[in-house]
Each structure stands twice: as structure tokens, then as C-alpha cells.
């Protein structure tokens, strides 16, 4: 089942994202606060699967893990993989040897892996070719994570003493 208005709360956290990367620096004020566009699409995404392994588990008593990753791999991974390769190609026969070009291929481990928001180095001096990428390592590590716990977690509480346990230490 869809929720038709969080497509559009969706959209309406991916334009301060886009307004975010078309100007040319650091807005100050409400016209800088773009990033968090980001964290309301986490948030969204969050609320989305939640309901959907809820759902599950009311109608069939469990949650399927090995159901809800073989639909989210199927989902996400060819496309993802597919663009991947896309730059790894673009990267390694049309841009000239560089820095940017280096860090891309030293980092590709991490992008295939979904662990380039930990181990890819973006504090570098160049642009990150497909530093994009850390949103969705962000993304498929709480896919990773949030369905066993919920799964696991018998009354609504447990996943939500969790939560209030990361805020908790995230101060």
C-alpha cells in the first residue's frame, strides 16, 4: 500500500538537497539549511519500513528477513551496481589520471560495499568521484540493522527503547 502524501513530503525533502548542491557556497539562514533534506528522507524512509515489516508481522505473526532483504536487494542493488560500474568505466577511460581518479579507485572497495560513509576519506582537496554514495551506505546499514531488531523486539517498546538508546548516545 502507498502513502500518496509522503510522496510528496518526499519531494519536499529532496528539493532543499538540490537547492543545497546548485549554489555556488554555503548559504547562511533557512536558505543553507538544504542537509537537512537528508535527514527527513531518512526519517521517511525509516517511517515507510517500519510500517512495512509492522504490517507483516500483524498479518503472518513474524517477519521475514530473508523475504524483506531479497525484495530490498532486488530493489536497490541492480541499479546501484549498474551506476557504479557506469563511473568505475567513465572513470577509468575518459578522466585523465588525477587524484580525484586515484581516490576513486582506492575507495571503490568501500562503494561496493556500502561502507563508504565510514571509510571513504571526504576531507580531501579534490572532488569525490561518487561520494554521493554515502546516503545510501547510510541507507542499506539500516536495512541491515533495524529489521532483526525489529523482528526480534516482541512488544512495540524494544525498538523504541533502542532508538531513544542511539539518540541518547548520538548527544
Not at 505473526?61 to 532486488?74: D, E, I, N
Not at 561502507?115 to 546516503?135: A, E, K, Q
Request: with cysteine; glycine share 8%; net charge positive.
Amino acid at each position: 500500500t502507498r502513502f500518496p502524501s509522503l510522496d510528496g513530503l518526499r519531494c519536499l525533502s529532496i528539493l532543499p538537497v538540490i537547492w543545497h548542491h546548485s549554489t555556488p557556497r554555503q548559504l547562511d539562514g533557512l536558505l543553507g539549511r538544504g542537509p537537512l533534506g537528508v535527514h527527513l528522507f531518512f526519517a521517511i524512509s525509516g517511517f515507510l519500513i517500519t510500517t512495512l515489516l509492522l504490517r507483516e508481522r500483524r498479518a503472518t505473526g513474524k517477519v521475514s528477513l530473508s523475504g524483506f532483504y531479497a525484495r530490498r536487494s532486488l530493489r536497490i542493488f541492480p541499479l546501484y551496481y549498474a551506476v557504479l560500474a557506469l563511473y568505475a568505466l567513465r572513470t577509468g577511460f575518459f578522466l585523465p589520471e588525477s587524484a580525484a581518479r586515484s581516490h576513486f579507485f582506492a575507495s571503490l572497495p568501500y562503494y561496493a560495499t556500502y561502507t563508504g560513509n565510514w571509510l571513504v576519506d571526504y576531507g580531501v582537496d579534490h572532488p569525490v568521484i561518487f561520494g554521493f554514495s554515502w546516503s545510501l551506505a547510510t541507507e542499506e546499514q539500516f536495512y541491515l540493522l533495524w529489521p532483526p531488531l525489529l523482528a526480534w523486539a516482541a512488544s512495540r517498546r524494544g525498538p523504541a527503547v533502542f532508538m531513544l538508546g542511539l539518540f541518547a548516545l548520538d548527544l
